[in-house]
């Protein structure tokens, strides 16, 4: 905070000198180059970089034409790239901010605004800081570094103003994906139950030929493998989501569950080098835990319907349900193809 506060005191400290010149020069024409604030080439921009004065932050990596990374550990949510993208695009200059509302503008934006960074194959190629919303609300406040003067911008044609489209709450712009994979896609892939040795396994994918090899938990290879059975299997990842971020658990339980090694683990590499992983703990008893109890009264140890999980070892706990995960963990055995006998 006392870093906050001592950026936000340079920052109108700044505000006030070019205050000083923008009102007493005797040319009143604005630069263009500290007015455009929209970016056309959106197909260039490589990385999106935004944070707002309490600490929240994001970075925004593109992968592909259409799918986003999230502080490198989550895939972004399309929707709201697309999104920003376009605002990106469409921003234009309503007006400049009048003398009169110049210092309450700068001292918003200084207090309140969100730092907006965007990037090409280049480096960075734009800074600028979106406040909030004009009187009518139809104008948002921004101000370009360097400049001397703080905008009204909008979008025209769109009513409304645009600070919520710049989003640094990292966990409204995560989707629920924990594994995306299609056919071909697949290089290594290990799955392991602490509490089961038995069902722990590795599949990794030929590349001279093709096929699924099959470790066991000992790293000894499986013989016998079904690769029909292998495809089935993998298929079960073409598109896992997670239910939910945790939200019900209470500190000292989410400590707990961070303390241990967790029961269960996923990790996958795909040939373009992308990794995910998934950590499972069972999950404790809460209040809104739907089945606590057996038909006695005896009560569960802990959750039979859902886990606790971390995503790509991030800090965050995130809930998923047994019935989507549970098929996952199989035996080596399971791959092999069943003789039968005469």
């Known amino acids: 905070m006392k870093k906050n506060s001592r950026l936000i005191a340079v920052f109108i400290l700044l505000a006030a000198v070019v205050a000083y010149f923008y009102f007493n020069r005797s040319n009143n024409t604005l630069k263009g180059e500290l007015r455009d604030f929209a970016f056309k080439d959106t197909s260039a921009i490589t990385r999106i970089f935004l944070a707002d004065k309490s ?42 901010i009048g003398k009169k509302a110049y210092n309450s503008t700068i001292k918003s934006i200084a207090a309140k605004g969100i730092k907006v960074e965007l990037y090409t194959k280049s480096g960075k190629v734009k800074t600028y800081y979106v406040g909030g919303p004009t009187q009518d609300q139809y104008g948002t406040f921004m101000y370009m570094e360097n400049s001397t003067v703080p905008f009204i911008i909008h979008i025209p044609g769109f009513n409304g103003y645009l600070t919520p489209r710049y989003i640094t709450n990292k966990t409204d712009w995560m989707v629920k994906n924990v594994f995306r994979l299609k056919s071909g896609d697949l290089k290594s892939l290990e799955v392991v139950d602490r509490q089961r040795p038995g069902f722990a396994f590795r599949i990794d994918a030929d590349p001279a030929t093709g096929d699924f090899l099959i470790y066991d938990g000992f790293g000894n290879s499986v013989e016998g493998v079904s690769q029909d059975k292998v495809i089935d299997y993998l298929g079960r990842y073409s598109m896992l989501n997670f239910e939910s971020l945790e939200k019900t658990l209470a500190p000292n339980q989410r400590d707990s569950i961070r303390a241990v090694l967790p029961f269960r683990s996923i990790a996958m590499v795909k040939t373009n080098g992308d990794s995910s992983r998934i950590d499972l703990w069972r999950r404790p008893i809460t209040s809104q835990t739907p089945n606590k109890t057996l038909e006695d009264g005896t009560p569960f140890p802990f959750d039979i319907d859902r886990m606790t ?29 069943v003789t039968v006998r005469k």
């Open 55 to 96: 600490g929240k932050q994001v970075v925004l990596d593109r992968k592909s034409n259409d799918e986003w990374v999230l502080n490198s550990k989550h895939w972004a949510r399309p929707d709201a790239i697309n999104t920003l993208l376009k605002t990106i695009h469409d921003l234009e200059v309503r007006s400049p």
């Open 309 to 337: 999980a971390t995503l790509n070892r991030d800090t965050s706990l995130v809930v998923v349900q047994y019935f989507s995960f549970e098929r996952l963990f199989l035996k080596p055995s399971d791959f092999q193809i």
